[in-house]
């Protein structure tokens, strides 16, 4: 079985730029996560997926968005990048809304903001 | 109070010795409790998952419950130097499957 597949693995885009990054959950799988997970933050939690509609949003400003695609496939968008938006993005995915099932993670993109 | 709570520094262990870590979590109504073990510059990787009060073993790690003083911990038996890595504690907040995930403890295994 394949696991959540993120790209790109890695991204350099200067201030103010716009950032793309995409997640493929693993088959099956209909929720999918956003993660931001900053140096000495920790992984905050920035956006939930499910059969195509937004069910929840961390605290973060809305020049974070995204997208679920109807193969259950997800987008990240960083409109008007801040150097403090260089991190490590993960993915994750769980097979069935509401479930206490856990989370399975990507090998994540980083961003870097220069 | 932040939702997930892990105070504690590095943790150094000779080989062969038990690692215990803690967690802490603010949500009384958090049904689910994980440990995730992260490698340097990898992803979080799901080690341990429980639902219930009380201990869950798998191999060489056992996870500990207590919903009433609201604490999760991890003990690693027999440590060994791949354990090295940064477990990071995560808890279903608000039943929506939201992780929230403290800050993670550094284990580093001395041969």
């Known amino acids: 079985e394949a696991g959540v597949t993120q790209s790109p693995t890695h991204l350099i885009k200067t201030r103010g730029q716009q950032a793309t990054l995409r997640c493929s959950p693993i088959s099956g799988h209909t929720s999918v996560y956003w993660y931001q997970q900053a140096l000495g933050l920790g992984l905050q939690f920035l956006l939930w997926?499910?059969?195509?509609?937004?069910?929840n949003r961390g605290n973060f400003p809305p020049r974070f968005s995204g997208r679920q695609f109807p193969n259950y496939s997800s987008e990240l968008n960083v409109n008007a990048l801040e150097l403090e938006d260089s991190a490590l993005y993960l993915c994750?995915?769980?097979?069935?809304?509401?479930?206490?099932?856990?989370?399975?993670f990507g090998n994540g993109t980083r961003l870097t903001v220069t | 109070q932040k939702e997930v709570e892990q105070n504690s520094g590095p943790l150094s262990v000779p080989e062969g010795a038990i690692a215990s870590l803690n967690c802490t979590y603010s949500?009384?109504?958090?049904?689910?409790f994980f440990w995730y073990r992260q490698y340097s510059g990898k992803s979080p990787e799901l080690i341990m998952s429980?639902?219930?009060?009380g201990d869950k073993e798998d191999g060489r790690f056992t996870a500990q419950l207590n919903k009433a003083s609201q604490y999760v911990s991890l003990l690693i038996r027999d440590s060994q130097p791949s354990d090295s890595a940064t477990y990071l504690c995560a808890v279903n907040i608000g039943g929506n499957n939201r992780l929230a995930f403290g800050k993670g403890n550094q284990v580093v295994v001395i041969p």
């Open positions: 429980i639902y219930s009060n």
């Open positions: 949500d009384r109504g958090s049904q689910s």
């Open positions: 994750a995915s769980s097979p069935v809304r509401g479930s206490d099932s856990p989370l399975h």
């Open positions: 997926y499910d059969e195509g509609e937004e069910r």
